[in-house]
């Protein structure tokens, strides 16, 4: 199972730019190719269906298994592979100027990164990965998430004080990050050892 795991990444390494038409994303792209190494299934939840009736009918399948952003459209991962003892998310970021983005998510140390782009500086490559790990630290990783808590105690506060008699109030905080200095992935001068990072933490992480 890991040992199919990591063919696929090999084989992710080598695939080209995939274009936003004919319904492929990069997401259904890396799912289908881990199913086909790895001899899993790709689920993912109806829209009618309520999470309790989902986890009923993931706990009966046989794994791995692959589910399609298990935590809902707008948030990460997603992908979560689920074998025998553990699970892995997987993050998909694609570009076309070879810059890799975090809108309103920054990195989770044990997240695999999947990167696929354009970049102009390096127009041989087109998809590389990276553990969340190398790119945050503990320290930054607590740090972002104190300072989103201390938002949404801001929220709180002014919902249930300033606000609580208005007919307006927060409804939800949506943070933007930027990661500044190197976030061309393609031509990173670490990009083949935070690759072989990738390999060998789903190769021991997956172990049982
Ligand atoms: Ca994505």
């Given at each position: ?5 990591i ?9 080209p ?16 190719l ?21 986890n ?7 794994k ?17 592979v689920v ?19 975090w ?5 989770k ?8 782009g ?33 938002f ?8 249930k ?26 031509i990173?001068?670490?990009k ?5 990072v ?5 190769d ?5």
């Amino acid at each position: 199972m890991c040992e199919g795991l990591i063919k696929a990444f090999a084989e992710l390494k080598n695939y080209p730019f995939i274009p936003k038409t004919k319904g492929r994303t990069v997401e259904t792209e890396v799912a289908d190719l881990i199913a086909r190494h790895i001899g899993g299934t790709i689920v993912s939840k109806g829209g009618n269906e309520t999470p309790s009736k989902f986890n009923a009918r993931i706990g009966r399948l046989a794994k791995p298994y692959i589910i399609l952003q298990p935590n809902g459209s707008q948030s990460v991962p997603d992908l979560r592979v689920v074998t025998d003892t553990r699970s892995v998310d997987i993050e998909c970021k694609r570009s076309k100027n070879g810059k890799a983005m975090w809108n309103s998510g920054y990195p989770k140390a044990d997240t695999v990164y999947v990167y696929n782009g354009n970049d102009p500086a390096n127009t041989a490559e087109h998809t590389t990965y990276v553990l969340g790990a190398d790119l945050i630290t503990p320290d930054e990783e607590t740090a972002l998430g104190s300072m989103l808590d201390a938002f949404r105690g801001v929220k709180e506060k002014y919902n249930k004080g300033l606000l609580k008699d208005s007919k307006f109030r927060l409804e939800h905080i949506r943070p933007m990050y930027k990661e500044t200095g190197q976030n061309r992935w393609l031509i990173h001068p670490e990009k083949r050892s935070r690759e072989a990072v990738v390999l060998s933490h789903l190769d021991t992480f997956l172990q049982p």
